[in-house]
């Protein structure tokens, strides 16, 4: 790619039509990235509705495994855009600042990317409140057992309950 300079700004040559189609690949690597962070997101959640922690595992360890890779992705599309834009930190919305016409079918790729991501984002809130959920339901169920308070949801180690007994153990071992 060539560039000009006038008047002191840098004018990018319009790239090659390689360059385009290199930047497509790479935008549906990353949403189809995305793709498989959603099912593992599902998996993740089916897990935690039926408390098998081996699913729950697993669904940790294949998060990480795409996590990773879309690492790279993202790496790649960086480079791609820098190379495209001449930008140190280049963003996909830059392309129509740095471009007169972008092709259509960067910009369906970029949107395609973009709703990828906004379910990702949904999946993971839904993930988040099911996790919280059961956390509490946890907790509540500890406290249960322990006889300990209800109202208070913090672990409080020297507090004393109304009736003056100090209430920092989780189980009585009396017999």
Known sequence: ????????????????AERWRELSDALDTERRLLAELVR??????????????????????SAQRVLLTLRQARLRRRSLL???????????????????????????????????AAEVQRELGINRNAMQGAIGTGDRLIRAL???????????????SASGS?????LDRQV
């Open 1 to 16: 790619m060539s560039t000009s300079a006038t008047e002191g700004t840098e004018v990018f040559a319009e790239p090659k």
């Open 40 to 61: 593992v997101l599902l998996e993740q959640r089916n897990g935690i509705s039926t408390n098998d922690t081996e699913v729950l595992d697993d669904s940790v360890y």
């Open 82 to 116: 820098h190379i495209l834009t001449g930008h140190d930190e280049p963003k996909l919305t830059e392309l129509e600042d740095a471009f007169p016409e972008v092709p259509s079918f960067i910009v369906q790729a970029r949107d395609r990317l973009s709703a990828a």
């Open 146 to 160: 322990a006889g300990a308070r209800q109202e208070s949801p913090l672990y409080h180690r020297n507090a004393e």
């Open 166 to 170: 100090q209430s920092g153990a989780l």
